[in-house]
């Protein structure tokens, strides 16, 4: 009860709301691409006197005095949309957008007040499967500070996840599994231990499962807040290529002299396999090979570039240990920051 009374001040709601207009142009394509023209476009909720249509919600947490807020990316995605943000106490303050993270679910906004409750960010890799947990959130964007309780039940899950049927499908990894009730409405609330330090940012669901949630590691989200204080926006870094990870069926399949490593390819004919003038291209990485370690760290299934890369930071020099035409090489750059 004490960690609750502690966190819930902190917790917000976000309303998202778009011009009538817009929303009534977005239903006609959708009613038309589904093969029914002859659909109402009619927004499914009142304007306002703006002539602004509320379209969803989801939920955030202040974690700075001065206004930031952090939120799941899949909540604040649309660029079109105002995003208004309500405090524990009712009051309403515009707000605008200030990252998006590109890899993870992670966003951060801010509102123009000062001096308001926010919570401490804990330590993700601290977790224990049967720790207890919180999850705080507006469960289906109706019911404001749903509180639910539950347990660590995984760690490092990997999901493929989408914000709506719209969207495109985006992987998900090293999560927190937790069997605390996360609903719609619930994402971008915070996870919380029994300390009430924030653990988690809530994010995803197992559709038609019960008591299967997903939390991103606040570690990932820290590092966005920790770039946008430093530089004023999120940096990543970056390597430069397209890849596929080896396991023994690729092997097979493809006939690769190993079952393990990133194999360079490109996705499609259009793309490329090496990023032209990236730190892959300029460490002399070409299509075909297979990069086998990076700095030592054996890359599989289970160990992407991308997981080893997101540890990383704008300016790390690598070590890539790179197999071509059945010879090793050691292979050398620098990260670069990701557009």
Do not use: C, W
């Not at 690769?256 to 730190?279: C, F, I, T």
Request: proline letters at 6%; aromatic letters at 4%.
């Amino acid at each position: 009860m004490r960690i609750i009374k502690k966190t819930m001040p902190a917790v917000v709601s976000i309303a998202i709301a778009k011009r009538a207009e817009d929303v009534e142009h977005e239903l006609a394509a959708q009613a038309t691409a589904a093969g029914r023209p002859e659909a109402p476009t009619h927004p499914p909720f009142a304007a306002d006197a703006r002539g602004m249509v509320q379209v969803g919600g989801g939920t955030g947490f202040v974690v700075d005095p001065d206004g930031l807020v952090m939120t799941n990316k899949h909540v604040i995605s649309d660029a079109d949309a105002e995003y208004t943000v309500i405090l524990n106490d009712g009051r309403e303050f515009r707000a605008s957008v200030l990252s998006r993270d590109p890899i993870n679910d992670v966003a951060i906004i801010r509102i123009p007040e000062r001096h308001i409750p926010f919570l401490k960010l804990g330590d993700a890799t601290r977790l224990e499967l049967g720790q207890s947990l919180i999850a705080i959130g507006n469960a289906l964007g109706v019911f404001h500070n749903t509180v639910s309780l539950g347990i660590v039940s995984g760690l490092s899950r990997s999901i493929t996840a989408q914000a709506d049927p719209a969207a495109p499908p985006q992987e998900m990894r090293g999560l927190i599994q937790t069997d605390a009730a996360i609903n719609p409405g619930n994402s971008g609330g915070p996870l919380v231990d029994s300390q009430g330090l924030v653990v988690g940012v809530n994010a995803a669901i197992i559709s038609g499962a019960h008591s299967i949630g997903f939390a991103i590691p606040v570690n990932a989200a820290r590092r966005d807040l920790d770039d946008l204080r430093r530089f004023g926006r999120i940096r990543r870094p970056l390597l430069g290529v397209r890849y596929l990870m080896i396991d023994a069926a690729l092997q097979k399949s493809m006939n690769l002299p190993k079952d393990y490593g990133a194999l360079v390819v490109r996705e499609a004919d259009h793309d490329y396999a090496v990023v032209p003038d990236s730190p892959a291209a300029k460490a002399g990485v070409r299509e075909r090979d297979i990069i086998l370690t990076l700095d030592g760290k054996r890359l599989d299934r289970d160990h992407p570039i991308q997981d080893y890369l997101e540890t990383m930071n704008v300016g790390d020099e690598i070590e890539l240990l790179v197999l071509r035409d059945g010879k090793e090489s050691i292979l050398k750059t620098t990260l670069a920051e990701r557009k």
